[in-house]
């Protein structure tokens, strides 16, 4: 049997405003953008050379859910967007504005640092190291 996640809710204010933000500030692609109808839409980014997961950003459409918009992890670390290069993107995501919560740091499994979504979501940016890691 093989199974695999093949895409991960996360939850936003706006389609086009999420949409924006994971490819213009974060280099995501846009996977699909279908209009579902009544207001809600199928929508689907993932990060340059994605070959699996990605993400379906799904508009809240109760007060629920919005409340949970920028914290589905309980203030946790919710995403891990491992890359090739920690400060080629480091750096890229910085010029675009996006806001790091920590300095870079080396540890055992690689190099990482703390970033912050629009909507307050904690993700590394993390550089496995060669021999393994996490």
Not at 9 to 18: G, K, Q, S, T
Not at 21 to 30: D, E, I, P, S
Not at 40 to 48: D, E, G, I, Q, Y
Not at 67 to 80: E, K
Request: hydrophobic share 40%; charged share 25%.
């Amino acid at each position: 049997m093989k199974q695999k996640i093949g895409a991960m809710a996360l939850l936003v204010r706006d389609y086009d405003e999420a949409i924006a933000y994971y490819t213009q500030k974060l280099g995501f692609r846009l996977l699909e953008d279908t209009d579902l109808g009544a207001g809600k839409r199928w929508v689907l980014a993932a990060p340059p050379g994605a070959e699996e997961a990605c993400l379906l950003l799904a508009r809240a459409d109760s007060p629920r859910q919005a409340a949970a918009i920028g914290n589905q992890s309980g203030g946790r670390v919710f995403l891990f967007l491992h890359t090739d290069d920690f400060w080629r993107d480091h750096n890229a995501m910085k010029s675009k504005g996006v806001r790091f919560l920590e300095e870079p740091r080396q540890e055992a499994y690689g190099i990482v640092a703390v970033f912050e979504d629009l909507y307050g979501n904690k993700w590394d940016l993390l550089e496995l190291q060669q021999d393994g890691g996490q």
